[in-house]
């Protein structure tokens, strides 16, 4: 017997080897094999029990060991790689690899603590002789016996200050007995043990959330695959929606994926669900699954999954790998956000990844949002996918008043070009901390301003690696590139004319700060931008603290804009809405109208009313108008159709290739060399745009080109196709591209 395995060793080849007796009923698809290369052993994957035709059996080596007596990846999740491989263009073992914690691809051993145990009582005559002899181990013996269970090793040598001779002295004359036991790291445990969060119970649904569950309910009853949008506004309750239909699935014997765009939305998450659930049964584990886990809590979160001890997993875009046993529900919340897609081979976006894993399982995949991309909203309208609607929010709260403020106007009633704050955002403030309510800003740029300046010559600080200038940080007095990490002192004067007239221009969450507290002197303020996040847990101890009402004021970036509910927050502040409209990209447009609504929905979501400042230099700008709304609907209908007129996704796919190197006339040749060989050999399947320079022309002291395919579908032949013409292409050593199929950053 013969198999094909796939190495996790650097290398995208299926090898093949023998299968020993001994393995040979133990052995699947799926299984975590040690295999011989060359004179080394490595890890690998069955891929499938056969050989190829005339292959020449008799040469191969056998397998050297079974790691897990368990497939590593079931057969969904092992079909689903080779479907990635295909439409992503990735290659398989970077897949396989992205699927396995790193624990379990290093085999790494499980966790285990010592115990010490009495193995045998002592006579009087056998004590007395034992302390004379040795009284360090008479102490830990009669420490041992005054316990009623066993007592961590750690624990003894700890209180009685002895050796670990004297232990083993006791363990050698059959005294004592150490035992083995295994520790379990649970992600979050503390958290839950501590009731840091409120219980989610049960609430009692209005007629829509209702419709919503029985939907969902029928949709899981019929055991097959489906997509279902939930589309509800912000507050309308659709998390409780989830719970009912994770419910339903557990019931019915199912396993459960839930999937927040971002790791800081899993605490909140994961605290909801293991209320809800060990409140129905004890037995229903909830299993945390993101990149920010040791590798221990990712093994043994692993380790649950696969043995099916725990049915239900938490976690950000990698969650959609997790092991999870007879998967009949995936819920992806938030689907419309950039996080879901990865920026680095293989690059799937995890929402499509969620949807073709459900198609692989026969399962129900939920994709919720207030604010649904547009691609998933023309699949909905199309019949595509099912949808349910929530139009109102639970309890009848009403959605935030949205205050737009024209900041040219501003600008001219404070007399200053530089104006942070507004008036009206500023008396908000003054009169939420007087009734003791909470309020959250939120600017997209972290730093005190987005550049340095020269007044008299102007001259801009730049980055000397990348194309883009450096941020200038008030607190340490330094510039920094947010995209290579290069930082220096900031300049007292100007390095082009020497004028000391060079300053900061821009706003960001530092300067924010500042104005705040000059306006604002007795409010308890906390800032939360990846500069001030950088300490582990630091981000759940400042929302923490925020949920129990120590922090007045909380300012922060796009990682307090989704999914966090803060009943007493009933003011919120856009300091700067048009950032994410004026890049070049057709879904900035897209991107800041869900931004508003998404940051206006963190605002009155208990029982007192809420209100929304917005900030802005074009308040005419369509994103503007339709978000003072929360109309979707009308943005959504406005917006399709300007995408469908310029061929812009939904209404074709679109691929990116980029090429990067230190010399940028070499790429500009070699990327026109590829246009046309692909033109020749795609013709009208493919419409080409550029290659040009891309906006960010340099990064880390490579030059950045690119190229853009617009096909129709099915998109995967297409792909396959641009695959087999790279790999015969004759590329510079120099030159590095890659293809993103499906892109979601265009810069």
């Given at each position: 017997?013969?198999?094909?395995?796939?190495?996790?060793?650097?290398?995208?080849?299926?090898?093949?080897?023998?299968?020993p007796?001994?393995?040979?009923?133990?052995?699947?698809?799926?299984?975590?094999?040690?295999?011989?290369?060359?004179?080394?052993?490595?890890?690998?994957?069955?891929?499938?029990?056969?050989?190829?035709?005339?292959?020449?059996?008799?040469?191969?080596?056998?397998?050297?060991?079974?790691?897990?007596?368990?497939?590593?990846?079931?057969?969904?999740?092992?079909?689903?790689?080779?479907?990635?491989?295909?439409?992503?263009?990735?290659?398989?073992?970077?897949?396989?690899?992205?699927?396995?914690?790193?624990?379990?691809?290093?085999?790494?051993?499980?966790?285990?603590?010592?115990?010490?145990?009495?193995?045998?009582?002592?006579?009087?005559?056998?004590?007395?002789?034992?302390?004379?002899?040795?009284?360090?181990?008479?102490?830990?013996?009669?420490?041992?016996?005054?316990?009623?269970?066993?007592?961590?090793?750690?624990?003894?040598?700890?209180?009685?200050?002895?050796?670990?001779?004297?232990?083993?002295?006791?363990?050698?004359?059959?005294?004592?007995?150490?035992?083995?036991?295994?520790?379990?790291r649970?992600?979050?445990?503390?958290?839950?043990?501590?009731?840091?969060?409120?219980?989610?119970?049960?609430?009692?649904?209005?007629?829509?959330?209702?419709?919503?569950?029985?939907?969902?309910?029928?949709?899981?009853?019929?055991?097959?695959?489906?997509?279902?949008?939930?589309?509800?506004v912000?507050?309308?309750?659709?998390?409780?929606?989830?719970?009912?239909?994770?419910?339903?699935?557990?019931?019915?014997?199912?396993?459960?994926?839930?999937?927040?765009?971002?790791?800081?939305?899993?605490?909140?998450?994961?605290?909801?669900?293991?209320?809800?659930?060990?409140?129905?049964?004890?037995?229903?584990?909830?299993?945390?699954?993101?990149?920010?886990?040791?590798?221990?809590?990712?093994?043994?979160?692993?380790?649950?999954l696969?043995?099916?001890?725990?049915?239900?997993?938490?976690?950000?875009?990698?969650?959609v790998?997790?092991?999870?046993?007879?998967?009949?529900?995936?819920?992806?919340?938030?689907?419309?956000?950039?996080?879901?897609?990865?920026?680095?081979?293989p690059?799937?976006?995890?929402?499509?990844?969620?949807?073709?894993?459900?198609?692989?399982?026969?399962?129900?995949?939920?994709?919720?949002?207030?604010?649904?991309?547009?691609?998933?909203?023309?699949?909905?309208?199309?019949g595509?996918?099912?949808?349910?609607?929530?139009?109102?929010?639970?309890?009848?709260?009403?959605?935030?008043?949205i205050?737009?403020?024209?900041?040219?106007?501003?600008?001219?009633?404070?007399?200053?070009?530089?104006?942070?704050?507004?008036?009206?955002?500023?008396?908000?403030?003054?009169?939420?901390?007087?009734?003791?309510?909470?309020?959250?800003?939120?600017?997209?740029?972290?730093?005190y301003?987005?550049?340095?300046?020269?007044?008299?010559?102007?001259?801009?600080?730049?980055?000397?690696?990348?194309?883009?200038?450096?941020?200038?940080?008030?607190?340490?007095?330094?510039?920094?590139?947010?995209?290579?990490?290069?930082?220096?002192?900031?300049?007292?004067?100007?390095?082009?004319?020497?004028?000391?007239?060079?300053?900061?221009r821009?706003?960001?969450?530092?300067?924010?700060?500042?104005?705040?507290?000059?306006?604002?002197?007795?409010?308890?303020?906390?800032?939360?931008?990846?500069?001030?996040?950088?300490?582990?847990?630091?981000?759940?101890?400042?929302?923490?603290a925020f949920?129990?009402?120590?922090?007045?004021?909380?300012?922060?970036?796009?990682?307090?804009?989704?999914?966090?509910?803060?009943?007493?927050?009933t003011?919120?502040?856009?300091?700067?809405?048009?950032?994410?409209?004026?890049?070049?990209?057709?879904?900035?447009?897209?991107?800041?109208?869900?931004?508003?609504?998404?940051?206006?929905?963190?605002?009155?979501?208990?029982?007192?009313?809420?209100?929304?400042?917005?900030?802005?230099?074009?308040?005419?700008?369509?994103?503007?108008?339709?978000?003072?709304?929360?109309?979707?609907?009308?943005?959504?209908?406005?917006?399709?159709?300007?995408?469908?007129?310029?061929?812009?996704?939904?209404?074709?796919?679109?691929?990116?290739?980029?090429?990067r190197?230190?010399?940028?006339?070499?790429?500009?040749?070699?990327?026109?060399?590829?246009?046309?060989r692909?033109?020749?050999?795609l013709?009208?399947?493919?419409?080409?745009?550029?290659?040009?320079?891309?906006?960010?022309?340099?990064?880390?002291?490579?030059?950045?080109?690119?190229?853009?395919?617009?096909?129709n579908?099915?998109?995967t032949?297409?792909v396959?196709?641009?695959?087999?013409?790279?790999?015969?292409?004759?590329?510079?050593?120099?030159?590095?591209?890659?293809?993103?199929?499906?892109?979601?950053?265009?810069?």
């Open positions: 017997m013969t198999v094909g395995v796939h190495p996790l060793a650097g290398f995208d080849k299926l090898l093949h080897y023998k299968v007796e001994t393995l040979r009923a133990t052995l699947q698809v799926g299984s975590l094999v040690r295999i011989p290369i060359v004179n080394r052993f490595h890890l690998g994957i069955v891929a499938e029990f056969s050989a190829p035709k005339d292959f020449p059996v008799e040469r191969c080596k056998p397998l050297a060991g079974l790691v897990y007596p368990f497939p590593a990846l079931p057969p969904d999740l092992l079909s689903l790689a080779k479907w990635m491989s295909a439409y992503y263009a990735a290659p398989l073992d970077s897949i396989i690899e992205t699927m396995l914690p790193t624990a379990v691809r290093k085999a790494a051993a499980l966790k285990q603590e010592k115990l010490l145990v009495v193995a045998r009582p002592l006579d009087a005559v056998e004590a007395a002789a034992l302390g004379k002899r040795a009284p360090a181990q008479a102490k830990v013996y009669v420490f041992l016996s005054s316990q009623p269970r066993p007592v961590l090793k750690s624990l003894v040598l700890d209180r009685l200050a002895v050796s670990a001779a004297a232990i083993s002295g006791l363990v050698t004359r059959g005294l004592i007995r150490e035992e083995s036991r295994r520790v379990e649970i992600a979050y445990a503390d958290d839950h043990a501590a009731g840091e969060h409120v219980a989610a119970q049960p609430h009692r649904l209005n007629a829509e959330q209702q419709a919503a569950v029985d939907g969902l309910g029928a949709a899981l009853a019929t055991g097959k695959f489906g997509v279902q949008l939930l589309f509800g912000t507050g309308s309750g659709k998390t409780e929606v989830y719970l009912r239909a994770i419910q339903d699935a557990l019931a019915a014997g199912g396993g459960v994926a839930f999937l927040v765009p971002e790791v800081a939305l899993t605490p909140q998450t994961t605290a909801r669900l293991r209320s809800r659930l060990e409140a129905i049964a004890p037995d229903h584990r909830v299993v945390v699954w993101h990149s920010s886990l040791s590798e221990g809590e990712r093994l043994d979160g692993w380790l649950a696969t043995t099916g001890q725990a049915r239900v997993v938490v976690g950000a875009r990698s969650a790998f997790a092991p999870v046993r007879d998967l009949r529900l995936i819920v992806v919340d938030e689907e419309h956000e950039p996080a879901y897609k990865q920026d680095e081979t690059r799937y976006h995890g929402r499509d990844t969620a949807i073709m894993r459900a198609k692989l399982a026969g399962a129900l995949c939920v994709l919720g949002s207030a604010t649904p991309s547009l691609e998933t909203w023309a699949n909905a309208r199309s595509k996918y099912g949808q349910l609607t929530l139009t109102q929010r639970i309890d009848d709260r009403k959605l935030p008043f205050d737009i403020v024209d900041m040219r106007v501003e600008a001219m009633r404070q007399r200053g070009g530089g104006v942070t704050l507004s008036r009206r955002l500023v008396d908000g403030m003054h009169a939420r901390l007087a009734k003791k309510e909470q309020t959250i800003l939120f600017i997209n740029r972290r730093g301003s987005s550049a340095m300046q020269c007044r008299k010559c102007g001259h801009v600080e730049e980055c000397p690696h990348c194309s883009v200038s450096m941020t200038y940080h008030r607190t340490d007095e330094t510039l920094r590139c947010h995209l290579c990490g290069n930082q220096r002192n900031a300049p007292a004067r100007c390095p082009s004319c020497a004028s000391p007239e060079i300053k900061w821009g706003t960001g969450t530092q300067r924010v700060e500042e104005s705040v507290r000059r306006v604002l002197p007795k409010a308890r303020i906390e800032r939360i931008d990846t500069d001030t996040m950088s300490k582990k847990n630091r981000f759940r101890e400042v929302l923490s949920r129990a009402g120590k922090i007045d004021i909380l300012i922060g970036t796009q990682m307090i804009a989704k999914g966090l509910d803060f009943p007493n927050v003011l919120v502040g856009l300091v700067d809405a048009d950032l994410s409209m004026h890049v070049p990209d057709f879904r900035a447009t897209e991107r800041t109208f869900q931004l508003l609504v998404q940051v206006a929905g963190r605002s009155g979501r208990g029982d007192r009313a809420g209100e929304v400042v917005v900030q802005t230099f074009t308040p005419e700008a369509g994103a503007i108008q339709f978000s003072r709304h929360a109309d979707f609907v009308g943005f959504a209908t406005t917006e399709l159709k300007v995408r469908n007129d310029f061929g812009y996704p939904p209404a074709r796919h679109l691929l990116h290739h980029l090429f190197g230190p010399n940028p006339e070499k790429l500009r040749f070699y990327a026109e060399q590829w246009k046309k692909v033109e020749e050999a013709g009208p399947k493919v419409a080409l745009m550029g290659p040009a320079a891309s906006p960010i022309e340099k990064i880390q002291d490579e030059y950045r080109w690119q190229l853009w395919y617009f096909c579908a099915p998109v032949g297409i396959a196709e641009i695959t087999r013409l790279r790999a015969v292409f004759e590329w510079p050593d120099d030159m590095i591209q890659v293809l993103d199929v499906d892109p979601v950053n265009l810069c």
